[in-house]
């Protein structure tokens, strides 16, 4: 995989800089904010080598890249351009007041501020696990020093996580993340405490000030710091140039302070405490159910990003009580589905190639990173994640009877095994039938359900002794396949083509054609493997298994299958010269796009070359365009 070729070409089709407001990455996503997420080229987007998908979801737009991301992430930033001012341009972006685009705000601020400090906390809770384990097995004592050292790493997350909050809330408001973290130490200064855990009521300038502890919040502070965020513009305006630097932050502390304690702070308190209780309330009366149905649904959470929004649910939960006992758990059903359903399928495929993919999505998905085998295979194949909702279903339902809890914010899976370590040892041992009922019935389903495997049809029949069925009109020659042109017009080199994705050959090799009629034919025999959306690009297999994607014009996505006809669909055979798409050469071009259509095989790592013919520059759909050996 080359991560400059991907994030390049990422980068152009998302709109440059123009259109880049932000990124940050997750384990396995691109997460970019848009100015106009609708310039974002999708379907070719999803179509470059090395990404899995892409979906514009909680005010987001979301690139799906795997195990690597961190890699292309270096790749993309810098592409960035540090002196331009996305806070600036963000504010005139018009914001949309409809549910959706509130909605989607809502879940871009969730994630912007939470997931930054998800490794910390990751690593603490992992940690407080690793330590019970220690005692509960006599390898350490809790009156040794040592333990009490590690303890006190361990909390000092949680502890201290209104100050971690408040620095990823800063960049999220887009406030000083310094002046942020003052108030966040505010909240949690030692003399502070002393004088609210005391016996007498406490006031400021005549107002009460309630008794609240703010360790381990996570309301109050983001609440606080979106306050500072409007208080801060204000002190900037009235504050002259000379005395700015201390002016500013002055009158911002001892505005927003004293407002964050005496109403803030215990209103966000009060709506944790009621986000955590609302959940063990539902999960009291109907608590196996909860867990049953969002076991069954994480994976249309994950596949839109949206597993982001439930952090404060999880947070307040691992605050108080200390455990959470619904998403997480669910999770746990659902990676292991996702993982058990890659293996399962990657021992059923005859395709060697998608064995492999499957292979690795499943491992993946075991360790609790799931995208790989959702896009890669379980997406792919539609019937295997029918497969894996059942698994995580019925293994959702045991872990929701059991009461199953977890104790860490982490993603679980094998490694993170700790994350169900308690006192109560049997608490392990629910996570560990869950997983357990999660990977077998999900393999027995997968192999009871089945699927369309990837060798196609076509390439089945070949063996078979019916002539129809076993020639190819694209001239095969044991190793070399010759693949026509599949529309009428002059052949261009794609390193000439005005678009870096195909002229860097970041999506693979081939040729190009400027095309003189509206007409894209077959160019072999073979089969669609899939029709976009949006009309203007299409994807075909040979029954010799080249893969090539016919995209006419450039940009062109943008028409939204305006101008186009397509005459066949998703999975049916071709033969060579049959017509496949229909389009409105002219119109087109007055609506100011480039026709040039680029030609290109895809898998180019099956193979040792491919070469394109160039000897005449006018070509038809009688005449080689391309050699693959």
Same mark, same amino acid.
């Given at each position: ?28 996503? +691109? ?65 949309? =007041? ?54 006190? #790493? ?38 502070? #405490? ?72 215990? %209103? ?31 994976? +249309? ?24 006992? +619904? ?51 379980? %997406? =792919?194949?539609?019937?295997? @994640? ?153 994807? @075909? ?48 071009? =007055? ?39």
């Amino acid at each position: 995989m080359n991560y400059k070729d991907i994030a390049q070409a990422i980068f152009n089709k998302v709109g440059g800089n123009d259109n880049i407001n932000s990124v940050i990455h997750c384990s396995t996503r +691109l997460r970019m904010t848009l100015r106009k997420p609708e310039l974002a080229q999708t379907d070719e987007i999803k179509a470059l080598d090395g990404v899995m998908g892409a979906v514009n979801s909680g005010g987001q737009y979301q690139v799906i890249i795997g195990n690597d991301v961190g890699y292309v992430y270096n790749e993309l930033v810098k592409l960035l351009d540090p002196n331009q001012s996305s806070s600036d341009e963000a504010e005139k972006v018009k914001m949309d =007041r409809s549910f959706k685009g509130l909605f989607n705000s809502f879940a871009s601020m969730i994630a912007g501020i939470f997931q930054p400090i998800i490794p910390a906390i990751a690593a603490s809770g992992m940690l407080k696990a690793l330590l019970l384990l220690c005692t509960v097995t006599g390898i350490m004592s809790k009156e040794s020093q040592t333990y009490m050292i590690l303890s006190v #790493i361990s909390d000092a997350a949680f502890y201290f996580l209104p100050m971690l909050l408040a620095f990823s809330s800063a960049q999220k408001f887009k406030t000083n993340p310094f002046v942020s973290v003052l108030l966040g130490g505010v909240l949690l200064h030692p003399n502070l #405490i002393s004088l609210l855990g005391g016996e007498k009521a406490v006031t400021f300038a005549g107002l009460p000030v309630a008794s609240v502890q703010y360790a381990t919040s996570v309301i109050p502070i983001i609440l606080t710091i979106w306050l500072m965020s409007y208080i801060e513009k204000f002190a900037d305006k009235i504050s002259p140039g000379p005395v700015k630097i201390f002016l500013k932050p002055l009158i911002v502390i001892l505005i927003v302070a004293p407002v964050s304690l005496i109403a803030l702070g215990p %209103l966000g308190t009060y709506l944790g405490l009621g986000m955590s209780n609302g959940v063990f309330w539902i999960q009291e009366r109907i608590g196996w159910l909860t867990v049953v149905l969002m076991s069954i649904v994480m994976p +249309l959470i994950v596949m839109f990003g949206m597993h982001k929004v439930f952090y404060p649910i999880i947070f307040a939960a691992l605050a108080s009580p200390g455990y959470e006992t +619904l998403v997480l758990v669910a999770m746990l059903a659902s990676n292991m589905a996702q993982g058990a359903g890659a293996f399962a399928v990657s021992l059923k495929t005859k395709d060697p190639k998608f064995k492999q993919i499957a292979l690795s999505a499943g491992i993946s998905g075991v360790f609790g990173i799931t995208e790989p085998a959702l896009y890669g295979v379980h %997406l =792919r194949l539609k019937k295997t @994640l029918f497969a894996c909702m059942i698994g995580a279903g019925v293994a959702g339902l045991f872990a929701g009877l059991m009461n199953l809890k977890a104790y860490a914010a982490v993603g679980p899976g094998f490694a993170s095994l700790p994350m169900f370590i308690s006192e109560d040892h049997s608490n392990l041992v629910y996570a560990l039938i869950t997983m357990a009922i999660s990977i077998i019935v999900t393999f027995i389903a997968v192999y009871m359900i089945g699927f369309q495997d990837t060798v196609t049809e076509p390439a089945k029949k070949e063996a078979r002794p019916e002539p129809a069925k076993a020639q190819s009109i694209s001239k095969s020659f044991k190793s070399k396949t010759v693949i026509f042109a599949p529309m009428e017009g002059t052949v261009i080199p794609l390193q000439q083509v005005k678009d870096e994705a195909f002229s860097q050959e970041a999506m693979g090799k081939g040729m190009a054609i400027q095309p003189s009629s509206g007409k894209v034919v077959a160019p072999f025999d073979g089969i669609v493997a899939n029709v976009f959306r949006t009309k203007h690009s299409i994807a @075909l297999k040979s029954v010799e298994g080249v893969e090539l994607l016919i995209h006419i014009g450039l940009d062109t996505v943008k028409l939204k299958g305006q101008h186009f006809t397509v005459h066949v669909q998703e999975g049916d055979e071709i033969k060579h010269g049959q017509l496949l798409i229909e389009f409105e050469l002219e119109a087109i071009q =007055r609506a100011g796009y480039d026709t040039i259509t680029p030609i290109i095989v895809t898998n180019m790592a099956d193979y040792l070359e491919i070469m394109g013919h160039e000897s005449s520059e006018k070509t038809g759909p009688e005449k080689p365009l391309i050699t693959v050996l």
